[in-house]
């Protein structure tokens, strides 16, 4: 059903909408570690993609301007005041468990993907999560291709600090990761 005050450039947006809502979603969240913020950030890349829709150069691939959009909302959330700020309420950060090896391997590597810096967590998940090359993730940063290169190797070296100290002592979940 079209609405009066749809332009004919929206159908091609409501299919690009429709098509990445999950891939962004799925990225925010391995960056973030929240499901509820990481709709957010994924629902307001899209509103942004849309306000620039006549702008933006599809030529070079709406994905990575979506997952750019994307990272730098959550790196700049992850800088604001009130992203530090705790209520009082004590409330229990440990997620139910399942009982199968699967469950419990993934959720501690999310918990340890939570322990790194924002720009640390966003090029491993990009890198090895995402499987975007060196070149693609400093594009999507703004940063350079060292940095990008410096700051997985970091995030890759501490994962495995942190997977170590909880004893998980089967590194093959990060076998092959390397820089």
């Known amino acids: 059903m079209r609405l009066g ?3 004919p ?12 809502l999950v891939d962004l ?29 006549s702008r933006i150069e599809r030529t070079t691939g709406l994905m990575p301007y979506a997952r750019r959009t994307v990272v730098r909302l959550l790196v700049d959330h992850s800088r604001r005041p009130w992203r530090r700020e705790t209520t009082g309420v004590a409330v229990d ?17 999310l918990e340890a993907l939570a322990q790194l810096p924002p720009r640390r967590r966003a090029c491993v998940v990009l890198r090895y999560f995402d499987d975007l090359s060196v070149a693609e993730t400093a594009a999507a940063l703004g940063c350079s291709e060292g ?14 600090s942190v997977l170590e100290q909880r004893g998980f002592t089967d590194l093959g979940l990060l076998k092959g990761v390397t820089t």
């Not at 450039?9 to 990445?20: G, L, N, P, R």
């Open 5 to 7: 005050h749809e332009r």
């Open 9 to 20: 450039d929206d159908d091609h947006y409501v299919a690009f909408a429709s098509s990445a």
């Open 25 to 53: 979603r799925r990225t925010a969240y391995l960056i973030c570690g929240d499901w509820h913020r990481a709709d957010d950030v994924a629902q307001e890349a899209l509103i942004r993609i849309y306000s620039a829709w």
């Open 93 to 109: 950060p440990a997620p139910v468990r399942d009982q199968t090896d699967v469950v419990d391997n993934r959720i501690l590597l």
């Open 147 to 160: 940095t990008v290169k410096s700051q997985t190797s970091r995030g890759i070296d501490e994962l495995r």
